[in-house]
């Protein structure tokens, strides 16, 4: 390798922290606890430096009635003792059906007792010492914990080294899945078993965690391992293995295990950017300021009169429903000259959490079939194009556009949703080439709720540009639309409700742009966020997102051509919507 192209820096958290700190530094990529990834996604906000997070975990260990019991035990034995369990993948929690786990706990029992811990450097070894004593101090008190709650303990006859950081390999039984040693990492040897009596209670107990890296399912029936590896929510599903890895395929996770993947075809974006956004221009300091507030009741107003026409008033989207602002508060859209067109809910803390319920409850959504998703975008499509004169109207009405401009970011918009119902059944997963014998699915998945805060320029066009392939990938949307010029998202109303769209799949809330987007970004439930507006705001939406650690897309203060395909259309856009599970399907006697 050429000088400098590969630099190796050796030290403590204080040399990591030195360097994300650093001037220069385009790319992050973090392997270690939830809690120091936390303060990494604090110190890279706003800087412009990609990030991908490779946190901790609560891996589930899923054992079916009809498994290899066998097999399963010598899987236990890798999952969790395989490096003293100081692994982020870490099969930590044993879920066993009921009819089986006397026989399963037996002969893990007997398993351990033949295991022999000592000096790691002796190929004869199977458990190592632990890597510090802080780490052997919190494995202890954590093991205390368990047996303070009530749960059963196993540990071999065979004593640990004295001399050395060593603990035992350990098992409990009789694990409540509320229990502190059933939810925390514990990243050490030592293994929860619960169990379950149907698939559907496997999965439940198997996503009782705020982690989400990776799951190991042990079943001879490959019908029942495919119908379960979907459903957890987990980055990376072995089936009938554990702890299996290569170049070719990606790892990473869900939840508080992080976002971004190392390996694979997807692993390969993390490293990389689009081209087009060196090119791309800052936004003027008048081009992102707030819209006039509630309490300028008289703006935009010549001699107080009220505007022309008919006094529409616009709600808000959730569920499927127009509904009223929790404060019934409005504040005044004006025209690009200063006129008052109409006004627009102004929506709250309490509006964002009503439309992210509904959103988690719109699970259908997801769980439709990407043909029906094609089949009622190509319907929303149809609907905007027919309501295309009035929507230029209220364009013009609304930027001053010119009726030409107008006719073109309408007719640009319904090609997006036609892009996009087209992408719903296309935009598929791959078969990553793996050495070994066995088929690794990389399966793109939807987020549960994705929000999405718009620009104000081309505020249809934006809007449509960012919400339809998010709603064609399966994904249930919060949108925020254009701050200034609103009363495009809310003429869509109509359009949604006449085109099948189901509620709960898209919901609206409108207002200050980064009011709202702060609430979205410090809320659990919400699993990623784009955010297209100020630099501040973008800094903030990455900074306010470590509470569970969502995903982010944002645009650094940097405005784009919404015309432009390669911009804001195209398979860009589906892979921000979806995150990629890998399950790892053996095959051969």
């Known amino acids: 390798?050429?000088?400098?192209?590969?630099?190796?820096?050796?030290?403590?958290?204080?040399?990591?922290?030195?360097?994300?700190?650093?001037?220069?530094?385009?790319?992050?990529?973090?392997?270690?606890?939830?809690?120091?990834?936390?303060?990494?996604?604090?110190?890279?906000?706003?800087?412009?430096?990609?990030?991908?997070?490779?946190?901790?975990?609560?891996?589930?260990?899923?054992?079916?009635?009809?498994?290899?019991?066998d097999s399963a035990v010598e899987g236990v034995v890798d999952a969790i003792w395989f490096n003293q369990g100081q692994v982020c993948c870490a099969g930590s929690r044993l879920l066993v059906q009921e009819s089986i786990a006397?026989?399963?706990?037996?002969?893990?029992?007997?398993?351990?007792?033949?295991l022999r811990e000592g000096p790691p450097l002796d190929k004869g070894i199977d458990i190592g010492a632990i890597i510090a004593p802080v780490q052997l101090s919190k494995i202890e008190r954590l093991v205390g914990i368990g047996r303070e709650e009530g749960a059963r303990c196993y540990q071999p006859s065979w004593a640990a080294p004295e001399e050395g950081w060593y603990y035992p390999p350990t098992l409990f039984t009789d694990v409540s899945p509320a229990a502190v040693i059933a939810q925390e990492e514990i990243f050490g040897p030592v293994i929860v078993s619960m169990?379950?009596?149907?698939?559907?209670?496997?999965?439940?107990?198997?996503?009782?965690?705020?982690?989400?890296?990776?799951?190991?399912?042990?079943?001879?029936?490959?019908?029942?391992?495919?119908?379960?590896?979907?459903?957890?929510?987990?980055?990376?599903?072995?089936?009938?293995?554990?702890?299996?890895?290569?170049?070719?395929?990606?790892?990473?996770?869900?939840?508080?295990?992080?976002?971004?993947?190392?390996?694979?075809?997807?692993g390969m974006f993390e490293y990389l950017r689009p081209t087009y956004e060196a090119a791309l221009e800052p936004y003027a300091p008048a081009e992102v300021v707030p819209p006039a507030p509630a309490a300028d009741v008289t703006a935009g107003l010549q001699d107080g009169a009220s505007p022309a026409g008919i006094d529409r008033t616009p709600k808000l989207y959730v569920g499927g429903k127009q509904k009223r602002p929790d404060g019934n508060y409005?504040?005044?859209?004006?025209?690009?000259?200063?006129?008052?067109?109409?006004?627009?809910?102004?929506?709250?803390?309490?509006?964002?959490?009503?439309?992210v319920e509904a959103a988690l409850k719109g699970s259908a959504w997801g769980k439709a079939t990407a043909h029906l998703r094609a089949q009622v975008l190509y319907y929303v499509a149809e609907n905007l194009g027919v309501r295309a004169p009035e929507f230029e109207e209220r364009l013009t009405s609304l930027t001053g556009a010119s009726r030409r401009a107008a006719a073109r970011e309408?007719?640009?918009?319904?090609?997006?949703?036609?892009?996009?119902?087209?992408?719903?059944?296309?935009?598929?997963?791959?078969?990553?080439?793996?050495?070994?014998?066995?088929?690794?699915?990389?399966?793109?998945?939807?987020?549960?709720?994705?929000?999405?805060v718009c620009p104000d320029e081309a505020p249809l066009l934006a809007f449509v540009s960012l919400v339809a392939p998010a709603l064609a990938m399966g994904n249930r949307v919060v949108a925020v639309?254009?701050?200034?010029?609103?009363?495009?998202?809310?003429?869509?109303?109509?359009?949604?409700?006449?085109?099948?769209v189901p509620g709960g799949a898209i919901n609206i809330v409108t207002g200050v742009r980064d009011e709202l987007a702060k609430v979205l970004a410090q809320h659990d439930a919400v699993e990623a966020m784009w955010y297209f507006g100020s630099a501040d705001g973008a800094a903030m939406v990455e900074r306010e997102s470590v509470g569970n650690l969502k995903a982010t897309w944002v645009n650094h203060g940097k405005k784009r051509d919404w015309h432009d395909d390669a911009q804001a259309g195209g398979r860009e856009l589906l892979r921000r919507a979806t995150r990629v599970k890998n399950v790892w399907v053996p095959y051969g006697e």
């Open 410 to 452: 309408v007719a640009r918009s319904v090609e997006r949703l036609f892009a996009a119902a087209a992408y719903a059944d296309k935009y598929d997963g791959h078969v990553h080439p793996t050495p070994m014998r066995n088929v690794t699915l990389a399966m793109n998945e939807p987020y549960d709720v994705l929000a999405v």
């Open 1 to 69: 390798l050429p000088a400098g192209v590969f630099n190796v820096v050796t030290g403590d958290g204080a040399t990591g922290a030195a360097l994300v700190a650093a001037d220069g530094i385009d790319k992050v990529a973090f392997t270690g606890s939830t809690e120091v990834g936390r303060l990494i996604r604090r110190a890279t906000a706003g800087r412009g430096v990609k990030l991908s997070l490779e946190l901790g975990g609560k891996s589930p260990f899923i054992v079916f009635e009809d498994a290899d019991i």
């Open 330 to 355: 409005v504040y005044p859209v004006l025209s690009a000259a200063g006129v008052r067109v109409g006004d627009a809910p102004l929506g709250n803390r309490k509006d964002v959490r009503d439309a």
């Open 195 to 266: 169990t379950f009596r149907t698939p559907a209670e496997a999965v439940e107990l198997a996503n009782d965690t705020r982690y989400g890296l990776a799951a190991s399912v042990w079943t001879e029936n490959v019908n029942l391992a495919l119908d379960v590896a979907p459903k957890l929510k987990a980055g990376v599903v072995w089936v009938n293995c554990t702890n299996q890895f290569d170049a070719a395929a990606g790892f990473g996770g869900y939840r508080e295990s992080g976002f971004g993947r190392e390996g694979g075809r997807e």
């Open 481 to 500: 639309p254009s701050a200034r010029w609103p009363l495009l998202a809310t003429d869509l109303y109509q359009v949604f409700d006449t085109s099948d």
């Open 102 to 114: 006397p026989r399963l706990e037996a002969k893990l029992i007997a398993r351990m007792e033949t």
